[in-house]
């Protein structure tokens, strides 16, 4: 006859499973913080770009930087991204721009790296480690 209870085999079964979905959940979730986190760091660009555009409907060329002017942040909400601007490289003389969200803190573990739009339009992570991390998988 057996004692009420479980044995040690039970319980370290018990244990192994509840440590694997841990494992699974602590991965999904953090995923899931870079993406949101990413969410800011979009924002951040596409903020500055409405203000390059609104700069240069009205001097006809675009900033070349934040404080031309712009009205914008070089942080984003949450401190999750740095913004920078740059002329574009095959554009000289305010007809070009290329903005970078540089990740900052844990963000910059994320595996999408810096976001960039141009003034074309063009949006890029800057790490494309091949088709798993894509523009749309960024973006």
């Keep these: 006859m057996r004692d009420a209870g479980f044995s040690a085999i ?10 694997l979905l841990a494992m699974f959940a ?9 993406r949101v986190r990413r969410l800011e760091g979009r ?6 770009s409405h203000a390059q555009e609104r700069f240069h409907a009205r001097s006809r060329r675009y900033a070349y930087g934040p404080d031309d002017e712009l009205n914008t942040r070089r942080i984003s909400a949450n401190a999750h ?3 920078e601007m740059d002329m574009a490289a ?9 903005l970078r969200a540089i990740p900052q803190g844990t963000q910059a573990k994320d595996v999408c790296g810096e976001l960039t739009v141009d003034h074309r339009g063009v ?3 800057s790490r494309d ?11």
């Design 90 to 98: 095959d554009h000289d003389a305010g007809r070009g721009f290329l």
């Design 81 to 83: 991204y740095a913004l």
């Design 43 to 48: 924002h951040l660009l596409l903020e500055a």
């Design 129 to 139: 480690d091949g088709p798993k991390h894509t523009n749309g998988d960024c973006w």
């Design 123 to 125: 949006m890029l992570p």
């Design 10 to 19: 039970e319980l370290l079964l018990i244990l192994a499973a509840v440590a």
């Design 26 to 34: 602590t991965s999904s979730y953090r995923q899931y913080t870079f």
